[in-house]
């Protein structure tokens, strides 16, 4: 299946290689006993960048990020951080790299601080700077006073954001986030997206994967939607909405049974008590029923351009809804 | 590897299950079979319930000479045929009836009867009152003869010379002055209970792969082969800790020696690598925690009867023992008991030593071979 690739002012191409990026990743293939978990993905990353990875679950997105971090080894195509080959010389690019598992991957007999202490010796930090990166990590996770508790009596949300904290200790420069929220209450949620949107702000590097759009929504500036092991659109998340959304207006007057008739109204839908108007040029419709208004003197509740959602991007993109 | 080694030691240090079975069970087994074996050593266990019928001096005297050597228990001269009833009940094997008028017949020079009832059915526990009571039978006969020896005009000493045996039994110890049960069982459940961190390294394998945390290690500066390492190390550490513990308690609670402590420490070392190898070897080529766990029982049971570990290797027979050859327990236990009761040094149980390290790398070496596959499965 084509790639549908977008950039905001230049399309990747491998040919385009170290043109200011820090990631590069050129047709990764995967396949598992005969299924094909990858097919061709290529994309690339710049510095600072906060990119989404959405799709629905076996979309390829988990295999993408354990290829990115050398759990598992593509059959072709090639992964570069800073101009280094990942699969080549993982030992090279490890240490710019911070991974969080889906799974909440800690000891769950030991402490926070046993653990973190486990996780930043593990990538290579010592002594004192150690612990003064476990108190910055603590801090950040807003766990610091419950540093020396068994991790089994901690709360999922809890849990979950020392499994982030343990990929930060070596202050990494791309940090991948595998689904990171899933099943944590929305307190523990907005404390996550507090800590990426900081650390993205501090200048880390994010590739964050998820099948919650609204998540990609509040975190990312960039998106991949992927289906089926491939990236079936790529880009800006606005451009996205731009390209592939679909545009609407909504309008609630009271007693408006039949929604008023526009020839560039593609289609109508009952939402609420108002009307829903999908329509390529909002602009001309929305002056129209503000005539219309005017002329019958409806009682308008609501009249309002609505923003074209993911969904219906990733609907348009792949032919399904992503909660099917 | 270091990170990966306190890490472990932690993680040990918190396993309950594992306290169970390379501690507190040992310990149990030791105390039950120490028990048990410290009563079957001292001669006090022997016991004979005596009706005395007679009630004379001689009768006295025969009970007093009985009671150095047996424990004796005197029930009322009415009661015979209740305690016969109890002997048919299996309630206890023997009783000894002195009955009446045996002073008189001593005195007269007649035989004096005294009648053994026994159960047929527990020879092997008769058996020895049988001897202990045909011995002082011989004594006493002795003494009838020494004295008309002495009635002809021979001397108390010449006398004895007369009487004396040909033959003259010198009890010599070829091992050692102490040994006893205890010197068997404090190696043998340590060896056996040594095997059982098997189960303990397999599920902690086992739970690194399934919770994802093998995979996200990898992610990290970590090595494979330090991440072997270090998981490998604590647990040789820990069945260390495991040997200190139950022979120093085996030598404060039951006085056991330890012979030369260096070449202990060696096959304590030794064996220690050799339940560990084993131990990675399994981790690494069994498809689960179950099968871990049955394959454990086999070879830590099996070890334990084959090698020795349950009764002395020379108690098994002859196939049972040219078996238990091949099994690292046999080698482990063999050493100890050498160290322990036949006062060996390095020396003399270096060949043991060498046996239990390739045990150890055998498994180190399938763990090796192993260890890229298992990476790939734990990535999927």
Known sequence: MAQVLIHP?????????????????????????????????????????????LGPNGAGKSTTMKILTGIVKADSGSAKLFGKDMMQEPDAVS?????????????????????????????????KELKKRIQEVLVRTGLLERSKDIVSTFSGGMKRRINIAAALLHRPKLL?????????????????????????????????????????????????????????????LGQLLEQYGQKSIYLEVPGLTEPPQDSDVNAYHKEGSGWLLETERSSAVMQRLLRLASQHAWDVKQLEVVRPSLESVFLKVTGTALRD | MKAMIIKELRLIGKDRRSFFFLLLMPILFIVMFGSVFNQSGSGASITLRTVDQDQSTASRALIGQMQGIMDIKQLPADSVNEQLDKIKQGQFTAMLVIPKGFEQSMKQGKPANIKLYQDPASQMETAPIQAILESISTQYRDQKQTGLLMASGETKTQAEAALASPIHIENVSASSDHFNMIDQVVPGMTVMFVFFIMITMARRFFEEKKTGLLSRIRTTRIKPLHYLIGMWFPFVLTVIAQCIILFAFGHFVYGLRLGDVAALSTVILSLSIAGTGIGLGLSFIVPGEGAAMVITQLISMGGAMLGGLWMPSYLLPQSVQTIGHFTPQFWAQHSLQDIIAHGAHFSDIWGSVLILLTFGLAGLAVALLRLPGFLRSAAN
């Open chain 1, 9 to 53: 002012q230049e399309t990747y191409t491998p040919e385009a290689a170290n043109n200011g990026y820090m990631l590069e990743v050129s047709g990764l293939k995967k396949t598992y006993a005969k299924k094909q978990a990858l097919e061709n993905v290529t994309f690339a990353l710049k510095p600072g960048t906060s990119f989404g990875f």
């Open chain 1, 176 to 236: 991948i986030l595998d689904e990171p929220t899933v099943g944590i209450d929305p307190q523990s949620r907005n404390h996550i997206f507090e800590m990426i949107r900081d650390l993205n702000r501090e200048g880390v590097t994010i590739i964050y994967s998820t099948h919650y759009m609204e998540e990609v929504e509040a975190l990312c500036d960039e998106v991949a939607i992927m289906d089926q092991g491939s990236i079936k659109a790529m880009g800006p």
């Open chain 1, 95 to 127: 240490k710019y790299i911070g991974y969080v598992p889906q799974e909440i991957t800690l000891y769950e007999k030991l402490s926070a601080y046993d653990n973190l202490e486990f996780f930043g010796e593990a990538y290579g930090v010592r002594g």
